[in-house]
């Protein structure tokens, strides 16, 4: 196993911020923050048979795949193995490393997602045996986050929260909390239906959607969130099901759009992460063709409402890319002022160290105001975070 050695500073063209990388939650997290009468059955890091590094919970294992963590490590080593903390580029880990690891790209701040301990979206914990054990090591999670991941640094970290997706009532109490202390984000599967819970058509998560618009909380969407996947194959290869991965942002958009949840929750603001762009275009033409060709369009029909559904879909949607160059030259028909960028570190995809660079590229046919929009304002407004100095930028 090989860590290559630190990469040389980039040069910063503009501000960033991402809107998707990844916590890989480190060894002892849970410890104190569990009841006392559950902490013995928190989550723990065990050595596997193997010699790698699992999190054991309720008699079950996590690796922590290698692919999940590859920054810094030559592209010959990266596979699918479970890996050890040691064999990981520490930024994956470790808060302050992490902030090193942003500064060298050039990001200024980040939202961080969990890894497969938890789910990115809490499935892990709220699937557990025992409720109110799922439910104690979920705000375990929650808290670590708050305390020590975001901070530590408050001013480049954006918090993230899980949900407990068991009960939309206690979901809904959680959001109106934890915005309180200070949250700006929750994660929730992208396809609820598929994850096991009730289906967007239904209206039970209402009270959920309802706390998140009241309190501003940012509702962000992970591809891969429900464990679900569009496969038309069973054999299939991974780098097919890594292809797809905007086909799960347009399927989800597709079913959220259809719901009624934007509509009736007008100030709901929607994120996909790694979604991708190319796609959004294409939806809101489509949705559009589909209303005005169909039962739907007439007294009685699913859509509800005065604005159309590419109306909707550029009101209350956030759409994020990693490296979508053709998307960029269609940035119009998506709406500038509703497109992110990401780093998706420290992913086999992430663009770290040369996030820098890629964004530029993809931004160059942007006036200098839409490309600010893009890399920093958007996000800032979205999130209701700070932005650096100016003087940031020549460091």
Not at 166 to 193: C, H, Q, T, W, Y
Not at 290 to 297: N, T, Y
Not at 339 to 351: M, Q, W
Request: glycine share 6%; with cysteine; charged share 20%.
């Amino acid at each position: 196993m090989v860590l290559l050695p630190d990469p040389e500073p980039r040069v910063r063209r503009h501000i960033v911020i991402s809107v998707d990388d990844h916590v890989i939650e480190p060894a002892g997290m849970f410890d104190g923050r569990v009841p006392a009468a559950l902490a013995d059955r928190a989550p723990r890091i065990i050595e596997s048979p193997t010699g790698a590094q699992v999190w054991r919970y309720e008699d079950a294992d996590y690796p922590n795949i290698g692919l999940n963590a590859v920054v810094g490590r030559p592209k010959h080593e990266w596979s699918m193995e479970p890996a050890r903390f040691d064999e990981m580029r520490k930024g994956c880990y470790d808060i302050d490393a992490r902030i090193a690891d942003m500064d060298l790209a050039g990001i200024w701040a980040s939202l961080n997602f969990p890894s497969l301990i938890a789910g990115f979206a809490g499935t892990v914990f709220w699937k557990s045996k025992d409720p109110e054990l799922g439910l104690a090591v979920l705000r375990a999670w929650n808290d670590w986050h708050l305390e020590v991941w975001a901070g530590s640094y408050p001013e480049r970290i954006i918090p993230l929260q899980l949900p407990w997706l068991a009960d939309p009532a206690l979901a809904a109490d959680e959001v109106r909390r934890n915005a309180a202390r200070g949250f700006k984000a929750v994660s929730f599967p992208e396809i609820p239906a598929k994850s096991g819970i009730e289906s967007l058509h239904t209206g039970v998560w209402d009270p959920f959607f309802a706390a998140c618009e009241e309190t501003d909380t940012v509702l962000c969407l992970h591809t891969g969130s429900a464990q679900w996947a569009p496969m038309p194959s069973p054999d299939m290869p991974f780098e097919a099901i890594t292809t797809l991965f905007p086909a799960h942002a347009l399927i989800a958009a597709a079913d959220w759009l259809w719901s009624g949840v934007p509509v009736r929750f007008p100030q709901l603001n929607i994120m996909f992460a790694e979604g991708g762009l190319g796609w959004v275009g294409m939806l809101a033409d489509r949705a559009d063709f589909v209303l005005a060709h169909s039962a739907s369009g007439h007294e009685g029909g699913s859509w509800r409402g005065d604005l159309l559904p590419s109306e909707v879909l550029r009101r209350n949607f956030w759409f994020c890319s990693i490296d979508d160059p053709t998307a960029f030259g269609a940035s119009a028909a998506i709406g500038v002022d509703h497109i992110l960028v990401e780093s998706d570190y420290p992913h086999a995809d992430s663009t770290w160290p040369d996030t820098q660079e890629v964004v530029a590229r993809n931004l160059a046919s942007l006036d200098d105001d839409s490309a600010a929009k893009v890399t920093h304002r958007n996000a800032a407004g979205l999130f209701r975070h700070p932005l650096p100095d100016w003087d940031w930028l020549r460091v």
